[in-house]
C-alpha cells in the first residue's frame, strides 16, 4: 500500500526555485513530526528539514534561509519550498515521518522521491 507520494521535482536552473509536496495515506500523518530527506548521487540520505505536527520546523544548516518546510494536517499534505538552488542540492528527495521513518512489514517504507536536479 502506497503510503507516501512525492512530486514536484524537476530540473532548474542555479538560483531558481522548486516546490516539493508529499502526499501522506490517511490515518497517523496528523499525529507524527514529518521531514524531507534527500539522496545526493553516491552519497547516503540525509535530513533536510523537519517539522512538528504543530508546524514548528527545523533545517540543516546548508538549506537554511532557502528553504521552507511547511504541512496541511487536514490534507495530509506536506511542502518543502526550495530556492536559491545550487548544484548541492542535486538529489531525490523524499519525504517521512521523523524522526523514526515509517515502517511497514517489518521494514522501514520510503516512496519513490522526487529527483531535483539543479543545473549550473
Known amino acids: 500500500q502506497v503510503q507516501l507520494v512525492e512530486s514536484g521535482g524537476g530540473l532548474v536552473q542555479v538560483g531558481g526555485s522548486l516546490r516539493l509536496s508529499c502526499a501522506a495515506a490517511e490515518g497517523i500523518f496528523g499525529f507524527n513530526d514529518m521531514a524531507w530527506y534527500r539522496q545526493a548521487p553516491g552519497k547516503q540520505r540525509e535530513l533536510v528539514a523537519s517539522?512538528?505536527?504543530?508546524?514548528?520546523?527545523n533545517y540543516r544548516n546548508s538549506v537554511k534561509g532557502r528553504f521552507t518546510i511547511s504541512r496541511d494536517n487536514a490534507r495530509n499534505m506536506g511542502y518543502l519550498q526550495m530556492g536559491s538552488l545550487d548544484p548541492e542540492d542535486t538529489g531525490v528527495y523524499y519525504c517521512?515521518?521523523?524522526?523514526?521513518?515509517?515502517?511497514?512489514?517489518?521494514?522501514?517504507?520510503w516512496g519513490k522521491g522526487t529527483l531535483v536536479t539543479v543545473s549550473s
Open positions: 517521512n515521518y521523523y524522526p523514526t521513518p515509517l515502517r511497514v512489514n517489518g521494514g522501514i517504507y
Open positions: 517539522i512538528t505536527v504543530g508546524g514548528v520546523p
